[in-house]
């Protein structure tokens, strides 16, 4: 999700006593980049108001600049929706992820934050659309899986079975973003293999696989991931598990591989995989949530409850955690 990059210009150095006398209290502007970086080092610890005036602050400085960049705007406005959205200000975090969309169409981030505001506004209708463009993007992301489901039972409910009739048109994404999208996956794969901390995550020193084989292993887990689409599970569990041959440090096949786990009943590799993802990143979402899934069905309530505790330090308006959180209570 976001960057966890340390503001290195909180201070200012003068090269001798007599400038800094010159100039006792003046501090040199901050370019957006620094002031996005520190609206990213107060999203992370919590100051979610703080950072959202930041990003505002930083959106102010690109627009003025002659190297005004579409995509960085748009990253800026994405960040600022997510910070309202923490803070509950879902009107606002709906202006920014539309403002972020014009910029960038297509963006999973802004269409994710956009409908959970839509969501929480009881907008349904909107929100099931931008759940379902997300899965168009990426059918493997569990929230967009999630929060589909809640919009269907929630429709179904206000409009009954004919509740499909009244949506909005559902955009059809071009092949062209899809593909863009598996460029980025492949390039983030590298990334992470060079890097031992990763969004203030700790990561597993597992052996760098070479361009080749995440290649192949991005492949691989592709065609899992096509039949997921097609509830194949037994099939795409072969797939993934072809795929981290290639590529064991890759943390979403071990995510989507724990998703088919569930699928067929197979519980204790769900958790398995889930371990093994959150060895590599130990606040990952879906592993957590997955996990927790796991465990209930394993009649694990302990387990379970821990593994959504810790989801919600890291997500606390995780609506999908919420809600089994409450379950699984009622049942202690």
């Not at 006593?17 to 209290?25: A, R």
């Not at 192949?216 to 194949?232: C, D, F, T, Y």
């Not at 064991?248 to 590799?269: G, H, W």
């Amino acid at each position: 999700m976001l960057c966890s990059c340390i503001d290195g210009n909180q201070c200012f150095l003068f090269s001798d006593n007599s400038q800094k006398e010159k100039m006792p209290q003046k501090q040199k502007a901050k370019s957006w980049a620094e002031l996005k970086q520190a609206g990213n080092e107060c999203f992370k610890t919590g100051q979610y108001g703080e950072a959202t005036n930041l990003y505002s602050q930083a959106i102010k400085e690109l627009e003025k600049s002659s190297k005004k960049n579409p995509e960085d705007l748009a990253i800026l406005y994405s960040n600022r929706a997510a910070g309202y959205l923490k803070d509950g200000n879902c009107s606002e975090c709906v202006k920014d992820c539309n403002m972020s969309l014009e910029l960038v169409p297509f963006n999973v981030k802004s269409l994710l934050r956009r409908a959970a505001a839509y969501e929480a506004l009881e907008r349904y209708r909107q929100a099931y659309v931008d759940y379902k463009t997300a899965l168009q993007i990426d059918c493997n992301i569990a929230a967009a899986h999630d929060g589909t489901n809640r919009m269907t039972k929630a429709l179904t409910e206000a409009d009954g079975l004919s509740w499909r009739e009244k949506l909005p048109p559902i955009p059809t994404v071009p092949l062209s973003v899809r593909e863009k999208l598996a460029q980025t996956t492949i390039a983030n794969a590298a990334q992470q293999n060079s890097t031992p901390q990763q969004n203030g995550t700790t990561q597993t020193k597992k052996p760098a696989p070479s361009d080749k084989d995440i290649k192949k292993g991005q492949s691989l887990k592709e065609e899992g991931n096509a039949l997921v689409k097609k509830g194949e599970h037994k099939k795409a569990i072969e797939k993934y598990t072809q795929s981290l041959k290639h590529n064991p440090t890759e943390v979403t096949t071990y995510t989507n591989r724990a998703l088919c786990y569930l699928s067929v009943k197979q519980y204790k590799d769900a958790v398995r995989d889930c371990d093994e993802a959150l060895m590599i990143d130990n606040s990952n979402v879906k592993a957590l949530y997955r996990r927790a899934q796991a465990h209930k069905e394993l009649k694990d309530v302990k387990a379970c409850v821990d593994d959504l505790n810790n989801l919600l330090k890291v997500e606390p308006k995780n609506t999908a955690a919420l809600k089994l959180l409450q379950e699984v209570q009622k049942k202690k």
